[in-house]
């Protein structure tokens, strides 16, 4: 999953973007609120990580740009701004959550969790499509009842086709959102990753979608 971490805090963006790693996800750090807007409607993301007292331009401003510009990204909105009237601000803006600091990295985790799975239509932490399993939780990969063992590349791509298991995904796209930016992306291929998938639970868990991409096949 790729997420867009917006803060000013060198410390703080620096520590969210570890343990943003660490659950296998692919983030990004901006740290003014002109290059947020910039990245934001430029580029696809899962989610969008928002501190709202950005220099450049303030994050309500980005979020409401973003908004305007038909940017439907979910949005976790963090802010120092802890008052009632602030809270309702930003969710009228187009936020889909609102986190006040100082806050436990822990719950940032979890909301978004929570707005990966509503994105794509979950309201479980556990994905299911056909036999194929997903508990986003412990990032454990089951298939008709058995774990799966994955690498962290492996499992960044099936959890990809979990959160959009109706889409074909083109190549380019899962590209973008399992590979960190400053990766040599050319050192494995995106189809080595599928080819060990299919051996791994099933030769046809990936369909190929020819001249288009691929698409979950998890019947």
Same mark, same amino acid.
């Given at each position: 999953?790729? =997420? ?5 805090? /060198? ?15 692919? $983030? ?12 934001? *409607? ?7 990580? !928002? ?10 401003? /980005? ?11 979910? &949005? /976790?909105?963090?802010?120092? %701004?802890?008052? !009632?009237?602030? %809270? &309702? ?10 986190? *006040? @600091? $100082? ?8 909301? =978004? %969790?929570?707005?990966? %799975? ?29 774990? &799966?063992?994955? *690498? ?14 109706? @889409? ?9 959102? =399992? ?27 990936? @369909? ?12």
């Amino acid at each position: 999953m790729k =997420i867009l971490v917006v803060e000013d805090d /060198v410390r703080l963006g620096q520590q969210i973007i570890e343990t943003l790693e660490s659950h296998d996800w692919v $983030p990004e750090l901006s740290q003014d609120g002109v290059d947020a807007l910039y990245r934001a *409607t430029s580029e696809e993301w899962d989610v969008i990580v !928002l501190d709202l007292g950005l220099p450049k331009l303030d994050g309500l401003t /980005v979020l409401k740009s973003m908004r305007d510009e038909n940017i439907n990204t979910p &949005v /976790v909105v963090l802010s120092a %701004r802890d008052n !009632l009237t602030q %809270r &309702v601000e930003g969710l009228n803006a187009g936020a889909d959550d609102y986190l *006040t @600091k $100082p806050f436990e990295v822990v719950e940032l985790i979890a909301r =978004i %969790r929570a707005q990966l %799975r509503r994105a794509s239509g979950n309201a479980s932490p556990i994905l299911q499509v056909g036999d194929l399993s997903l508990d986003t939780r412990s990032s454990k990969v089951m298939w008709q009842g058995t774990p &799966v063992s994955l *690498t962290a590349l492996e499992y960044k791509v099936i959890a990809y086709f979990m959160h959009n298991a109706d @889409k074909v995904i083109s190549r380019t796209e899962l590209v973008e959102h =399992i590979y960190k930016q400053d990766f040599d992306r050319d050192s494995n291929t995106i189809e080595v990753f599928i080819g060990r998938i299919r051996r791994k639970i099933a030769p046809n868990i990936i @369909k190929t979608v020819r001249g288009l991409g691929y698409q979950l096949h998890a019947e």
